[in-house]
Protein backbone atom coordinates (compact mmCIF):
# COMPACT_ATOMS: atom_id res chain seq x y z
CA UNK A 1 0.00 0.00 0.00
CA UNK A 2 3.13 2.55 0.66
CA UNK A 3 4.16 2.29 -2.97
CA UNK A 4 0.86 2.91 -4.37
CA UNK A 5 -0.01 5.60 -1.58
CA UNK A 6 3.12 7.29 -2.78
CA UNK A 7 2.28 7.19 -6.34
CA UNK A 8 -0.90 8.65 -5.51
CA UNK A 9 0.25 11.78 -3.51
CA UNK A 10 3.39 11.59 -6.15
CA UNK A 11 1.09 11.95 -8.78
CA UNK A 12 -1.79 14.68 -7.12
CA UNK A 13 0.92 16.99 -6.34
CA UNK A 14 2.51 17.21 -10.44
CA UNK A 15 -1.21 17.50 -11.83
CA UNK A 16 -2.79 19.32 -8.55
CA UNK A 17 -5.69 16.53 -7.67
CA UNK A 18 -8.55 17.74 -5.68
CA UNK A 19 -8.99 15.62 -2.34
CA UNK A 20 -12.40 14.38 -3.85
CA UNK A 21 -10.53 12.52 -7.23
CA UNK A 22 -7.49 11.70 -4.85
CA UNK A 23 -9.74 9.97 -2.74
CA UNK A 24 -11.43 8.21 -5.83
CA UNK A 25 -7.82 6.62 -6.79
CA UNK A 26 -7.41 5.61 -3.29
CA UNK A 27 -10.64 3.49 -3.46
CA UNK A 28 -9.48 1.94 -6.61
CA UNK A 29 -6.58 0.32 -4.62
CA UNK A 30 -8.14 -3.25 -4.81
CA UNK A 31 -8.04 -3.06 -8.45
CA UNK A 32 -4.92 -1.54 -9.18
CA UNK A 33 -3.30 -4.29 -6.57
CA UNK A 34 -5.17 -7.15 -8.48
CA UNK A 35 -3.38 -5.41 -11.85
CA UNK A 36 -0.06 -5.77 -9.91
CA UNK A 37 -0.83 -9.30 -8.84
CA UNK A 38 -1.90 -10.77 -12.08
CA UNK A 39 1.60 -9.09 -14.11
CA UNK A 40 4.01 -10.64 -10.86
CA UNK A 41 2.05 -13.24 -8.83
CA UNK A 42 0.77 -15.76 -10.92
CA UNK A 43 0.27 -18.41 -7.85
CA UNK A 44 -2.26 -15.56 -7.12
CA UNK A 45 -3.70 -14.81 -10.70
CA UNK A 46 -7.23 -16.46 -10.56
CA UNK A 47 -7.83 -14.43 -7.64
CA UNK A 48 -6.36 -10.85 -9.39
CA UNK A 49 -8.67 -12.23 -12.40
CA UNK A 50 -12.14 -11.98 -10.15
CA UNK A 51 -10.84 -8.77 -9.05
CA UNK A 52 -10.65 -7.32 -12.58
CA UNK A 53 -13.59 -9.12 -13.83
CA UNK A 54 -15.59 -7.20 -11.47
CA UNK A 55 -13.58 -3.68 -11.77
CA UNK A 56 -13.89 -3.62 -15.55
CA UNK A 57 -17.54 -2.31 -14.93
CA UNK A 58 -16.05 0.84 -13.33
CA UNK A 59 -13.90 4.17 -14.96
CA UNK A 60 -11.91 5.69 -12.85
CA UNK A 61 -12.80 9.53 -13.62
CA UNK A 62 -10.89 12.53 -12.28
CA UNK A 63 -9.76 16.38 -13.31
CA UNK A 64 -6.17 16.92 -13.93
CA UNK A 65 -4.87 20.15 -14.33
CA UNK A 66 -2.40 20.99 -16.93
CA UNK A 67 0.04 23.88 -17.22
CA UNK A 68 -1.10 25.48 -20.17
CA UNK A 69 -4.74 24.49 -20.76
CA UNK A 70 -6.43 24.15 -17.44
CA UNK A 71 -8.56 20.79 -16.37
CA UNK A 72 -8.54 17.93 -18.33
CA UNK A 73 -10.67 15.49 -17.68
CA UNK A 74 -9.46 11.84 -18.08
CA UNK A 75 -11.38 8.80 -17.80
CA UNK A 76 -9.46 5.54 -16.79
CA UNK A 77 -11.06 1.65 -17.14
CA UNK A 78 -10.67 -0.43 -14.81
CA UNK A 79 -9.28 -3.19 -16.32
CA UNK A 80 -5.52 -4.24 -16.40
CA UNK A 81 -4.76 -2.93 -19.71
CA UNK A 82 -5.75 0.64 -18.67
CA UNK A 83 -4.78 0.32 -15.63
CA UNK A 84 -1.28 -0.52 -17.10
CA UNK A 85 -0.79 2.14 -19.15
CA UNK A 86 -2.34 4.89 -16.61
CA UNK A 87 0.72 3.69 -14.40
CA UNK A 88 3.08 3.53 -16.96
CA UNK A 89 2.21 6.95 -18.54
CA UNK A 90 1.71 9.09 -15.26
CA UNK A 91 3.16 7.26 -12.54
CA UNK A 92 6.10 4.63 -14.50
CA UNK A 93 7.62 8.07 -16.36
CA UNK A 94 7.20 6.15 -19.30
CA UNK A 95 7.78 9.54 -21.05
CA UNK A 96 9.20 11.70 -18.40
CA UNK A 97 12.15 14.17 -20.21
CA UNK A 98 14.09 16.92 -19.47
CA UNK A 99 13.33 18.62 -22.69
CA UNK A 100 11.06 22.14 -22.97
CA UNK A 101 7.95 21.45 -24.93
CA UNK A 102 6.35 25.02 -24.03
CA UNK A 103 6.82 25.99 -27.93
CA UNK A 104 5.12 22.57 -28.97
CA UNK A 105 1.50 23.13 -30.19
CA UNK A 106 0.86 19.80 -32.94
CA UNK A 107 1.09 16.10 -31.68
CA UNK A 108 0.30 13.27 -33.68
CA UNK A 109 -0.10 10.17 -31.40
CA UNK A 110 -0.05 6.49 -33.47
CA UNK A 111 -1.67 3.81 -31.35
CA UNK A 112 -3.24 6.26 -29.40
CA UNK A 113 -5.22 3.41 -27.30
CA UNK A 114 -6.60 5.46 -24.69
CA UNK A 115 -5.70 8.47 -25.51
CA UNK A 116 -4.14 8.86 -22.14
CA UNK A 117 -0.47 10.43 -23.40
CA UNK A 118 -2.23 13.30 -24.89
CA UNK A 119 -3.42 14.73 -21.44
CA UNK A 120 -0.21 13.85 -19.99
CA UNK A 121 1.89 16.00 -22.47
CA UNK A 122 -0.81 18.63 -22.14
CA UNK A 123 1.67 18.99 -18.37
CA UNK A 124 4.05 20.12 -20.84
CA UNK A 125 3.03 21.54 -23.97
CA UNK A 126 0.43 23.65 -24.74
CA UNK A 127 -0.84 21.71 -27.60
CA UNK A 128 -4.07 23.02 -30.04
CA UNK A 129 -3.82 20.39 -32.54
CA UNK A 130 -4.16 17.03 -32.02
CA UNK A 131 -4.48 13.65 -34.65
CA UNK A 132 -4.82 10.68 -32.98
CA UNK A 133 -4.42 7.37 -35.16
CA UNK A 134 -6.20 3.64 -33.00
CA UNK A 135 -6.19 1.02 -35.56
CA UNK A 136 -8.51 -1.02 -33.13
CA UNK A 137 -12.14 -0.53 -33.70
CA UNK A 138 -12.85 -1.83 -30.53
CA UNK A 139 -10.98 0.95 -28.73
CA UNK A 140 -12.96 3.92 -30.17
CA UNK A 141 -16.06 4.59 -28.45
CA UNK A 142 -14.41 4.34 -25.16
CA UNK A 143 -11.52 6.84 -26.86
CA UNK A 144 -13.99 9.39 -28.44
CA UNK A 145 -15.98 9.55 -25.37
CA UNK A 146 -12.05 10.14 -23.35
CA UNK A 147 -11.13 12.79 -25.76
CA UNK A 148 -14.47 14.76 -24.99
CA UNK A 149 -12.31 15.71 -21.78
CA UNK A 150 -9.79 17.64 -23.34
CA UNK A 151 -9.70 21.25 -22.72
CA UNK A 152 -11.81 23.33 -25.51
CA UNK A 153 -9.22 25.20 -26.89
CA UNK A 154 -7.25 21.85 -28.12
CA UNK A 155 -8.53 20.60 -31.86
CA UNK A 156 -8.33 16.72 -32.13
CA UNK A 157 -9.25 14.41 -34.63
CA UNK A 158 -9.90 10.86 -34.24
CA UNK A 159 -8.74 8.14 -36.91
CA UNK A 160 -9.70 4.31 -36.90
CA UNK A 161 -6.98 3.29 -39.36
CA UNK A 162 -3.79 1.64 -39.41
CA UNK A 163 -0.39 3.79 -40.05
CA UNK A 164 1.74 1.90 -42.72
CA UNK A 165 3.84 2.18 -45.64
CA UNK A 166 1.30 2.13 -47.77
CA UNK A 167 -2.14 3.16 -48.70
CA UNK A 168 -5.12 0.09 -48.66
CA UNK A 169 -8.83 -0.08 -48.35
CA UNK A 170 -8.46 -2.82 -45.94
CA UNK A 171 -5.75 -4.72 -44.01
CA UNK A 172 -5.94 -7.15 -41.51
CA UNK A 173 -5.34 -6.35 -37.58
CA UNK A 174 -5.86 -8.50 -34.66
CA UNK A 175 -7.19 -7.98 -31.23
CA UNK A 176 -5.22 -9.07 -28.41
CA UNK A 177 -7.40 -9.46 -25.43
CA UNK A 178 -4.70 -6.82 -23.88
CA UNK A 179 -5.57 -3.92 -26.14
CA UNK A 180 -1.74 -2.94 -25.83
CA UNK A 181 -0.48 -5.85 -27.44
CA UNK A 182 -3.00 -5.37 -30.60
CA UNK A 183 -0.79 -5.65 -33.87
CA UNK A 184 -0.78 -6.18 -37.64
CA UNK A 185 1.16 -9.19 -37.03
CA UNK A 186 -1.26 -12.54 -36.61
CA UNK A 187 -0.62 -14.38 -32.99
CA UNK A 188 -2.23 -17.23 -31.38
CA UNK A 189 -5.83 -16.35 -29.86
CA UNK A 190 -6.07 -13.00 -31.83
CA UNK A 191 -9.50 -12.08 -32.97
CA UNK A 192 -8.77 -10.29 -36.55
CA UNK A 193 -10.73 -7.59 -38.48
CA UNK A 194 -10.52 -5.37 -41.20
CA UNK A 195 -9.70 -1.91 -41.41
CA UNK A 196 -7.77 0.75 -43.94
CA UNK A 197 -4.48 1.63 -43.65
CA UNK A 198 -2.35 4.98 -44.72
CA UNK A 199 1.05 5.71 -45.35
CA UNK A 200 1.90 8.80 -42.57
CA UNK A 201 3.01 11.23 -44.89
CA UNK A 202 -0.22 10.96 -46.21
CA UNK A 203 -2.33 11.61 -43.04
CA UNK A 204 -0.01 14.87 -42.73
CA UNK A 205 -1.38 15.94 -46.19
CA UNK A 206 -4.66 15.54 -45.52
CA UNK A 207 -4.22 17.52 -42.40
CA UNK A 208 -2.44 20.37 -43.63
CA UNK A 209 0.43 19.47 -41.32
CA UNK A 210 4.01 19.22 -43.01
CA UNK A 211 5.41 20.45 -39.68
CA UNK A 212 4.59 18.73 -36.81
CA UNK A 213 6.25 19.59 -33.02
CA UNK A 214 5.70 16.05 -31.73
CA UNK A 215 5.11 12.03 -32.73
CA UNK A 216 4.29 9.23 -30.93
CA UNK A 217 4.59 5.95 -32.28
CA UNK A 218 3.54 2.95 -30.63
CA UNK A 219 2.43 0.64 -33.04
CA UNK A 220 3.67 -2.96 -31.87
CA UNK A 221 6.60 -3.27 -35.12
CA UNK A 222 4.97 -1.64 -38.08
CA UNK A 223 6.99 1.12 -37.04
CA UNK A 224 9.58 -0.50 -38.98
CA UNK A 225 7.51 -0.76 -42.11
CA UNK A 226 6.84 2.94 -42.13
CA UNK A 227 10.96 3.79 -41.43
CA UNK A 228 11.72 1.64 -44.88
CA UNK A 229 9.00 2.84 -46.80
CA UNK A 230 9.36 6.18 -46.16
CA UNK A 231 12.25 7.86 -43.99
CA UNK A 232 11.92 11.06 -44.22
CA UNK A 233 9.00 11.41 -42.87
CA UNK A 234 10.15 11.25 -39.66
CA UNK A 235 12.25 14.78 -40.24
CA UNK A 236 8.44 16.05 -40.63
CA UNK A 237 8.72 16.16 -36.81
CA UNK A 238 10.98 18.11 -33.86
CA UNK A 239 10.45 15.87 -31.21
CA UNK A 240 10.20 11.79 -31.54
CA UNK A 241 8.35 9.67 -28.79
CA UNK A 242 8.56 6.10 -29.88
CA UNK A 243 8.02 2.81 -28.12
CA UNK A 244 10.45 0.82 -30.71
CA UNK A 245 10.16 -3.35 -30.79
CA UNK A 246 11.91 -6.42 -31.37
CA UNK A 247 15.49 -7.96 -30.05
CA UNK A 248 18.36 -5.37 -29.27
CA UNK A 249 20.06 -5.73 -32.92
CA UNK A 250 16.80 -4.57 -34.30
CA UNK A 251 15.86 -1.74 -32.28
CA UNK A 252 19.58 -0.96 -32.79
CA UNK A 253 19.39 -0.85 -36.48
CA UNK A 254 15.98 1.59 -36.40
CA UNK A 255 17.87 3.98 -33.88
CA UNK A 256 21.04 3.90 -36.14
CA UNK A 257 18.44 4.93 -39.16
CA UNK A 258 16.81 7.56 -37.31
CA UNK A 259 19.77 9.31 -36.11
CA UNK A 260 21.32 8.98 -39.76
CA UNK A 261 18.09 11.37 -40.62
CA UNK A 262 19.27 14.48 -38.14
CA UNK A 263 18.06 13.32 -34.91
CA UNK A 264 20.17 13.05 -31.44
CA UNK A 265 18.81 10.22 -28.48
CA UNK A 266 17.00 12.49 -25.19
CA UNK A 267 16.29 9.34 -23.39
CA UNK A 268 16.07 5.42 -24.16
CA UNK A 269 14.33 3.00 -21.58
CA UNK A 270 14.63 -0.71 -22.44
CA UNK A 271 12.00 -3.50 -21.36
CA UNK A 272 14.62 -6.92 -22.14
CA UNK A 273 11.86 -8.82 -21.01
CA UNK A 274 9.60 -7.18 -23.51
CA UNK A 275 11.85 -7.04 -26.25
CA UNK A 276 11.53 -3.44 -26.51
CA UNK A 277 12.25 0.33 -25.75
CA UNK A 278 10.62 3.75 -25.27
CA UNK A 279 12.70 6.23 -26.88
CA UNK A 280 12.36 9.90 -26.95
CA UNK A 281 14.64 11.90 -29.80
CA UNK A 282 15.22 15.61 -30.60
CA UNK A 283 15.34 16.90 -34.63
CA UNK A 284 18.32 18.64 -34.44
Not at 63 to 76: A, D, E, F, H, P
Not at 147 to 169: M, T, W
Request: glycine share 4%; net charge neutral.
Amino acid sequence: MSSFQNSVLDFSKKFNLSFYDKLKIYLCYPAFKACWIYNNRPEKKRLAEFILYWSKFFTLKIKISSKYRGLSKVSIRLNASDIQSFKEIFWGNEYDHDIQLDDCESFIDCGANNGMVSFFLLHYAPLSKIILIEANPQLIPFLSKNLKGLPQEVEYSLLNICVSGQSKESVSFYISNNHRLSSMSHFPGAEKVNVSSKPLRQILAEHSMQNVDILKMDIEGAEFDILESDPSVFQSFRYLFLEIHGDAHKRGYFLDKICDLGFEVIKRKEYVAAECETTILKNI
